[in-house]
């Protein structure tokens, strides 16, 4: 399994980014998978979550702001960022659960087993 994050980069407070996560093979569709956020010196966090038949779970310092979401046709996670803020910069990873009886969205790094190499957002402010 490889995944492969894209479209980070440097905005101000306010601006919107737009991150994808090329998976290989079917997955997906088939699986979970989240986005994650590592600022520096910090844990890596969850952000979102989605599952298999669509359900989602944010972090509460995110809800309403960014939406994940999954194009099974084209095997691609995104992560809708609007109205950004500094606290919001970091490292984010995209991350892929092969465990098929994973019913329930989870932003723990625990239950997920395959991660990208990860994209850099930056918010000035």
């Known amino acids: 399994v490889q995944l492969v994050e894209s479209g980070g980069g440097s905005v101000q407070t306010g601006g919107s980014l737009r991150l994808s996560c090329a998976a290989s093979g079917s997955t997906a569709s088939k699986y979970a998978m989240g986005w994650f956020l590592q600022a520096s010196g910090d844990e890596r966090e969850g952000v979102a979550s989605?599952?298999?038949?669509?359900?989602?779970t944010y972090a509460s310092s995110v809800k309403g702001r960014f939406t994940i979401s999954k194009d099974s046709t084209e095997n691609t996670l995104y992560l809708q960022m609007n109205n950004l803020k500094p606290e919001d910069t970091g490292m984010y990873y995209c991350?892929?659960?092969?465990?098929?009886?994973?019913?329930?969205?989870?932003?723990?790094?625990?239950?997920?087993?395959?991660w990208g190499q990860g994209t850099q957002v930056t918010v000035s402010s």
């Open positions: 991350a892929l659960d092969l465990d098929p009886s994973t019913l329930t969205p989870s932003l723990s790094p625990l239950h997920y087993n395959y």
């Open positions: 989605i599952v298999s038949d669509g359900t989602t």
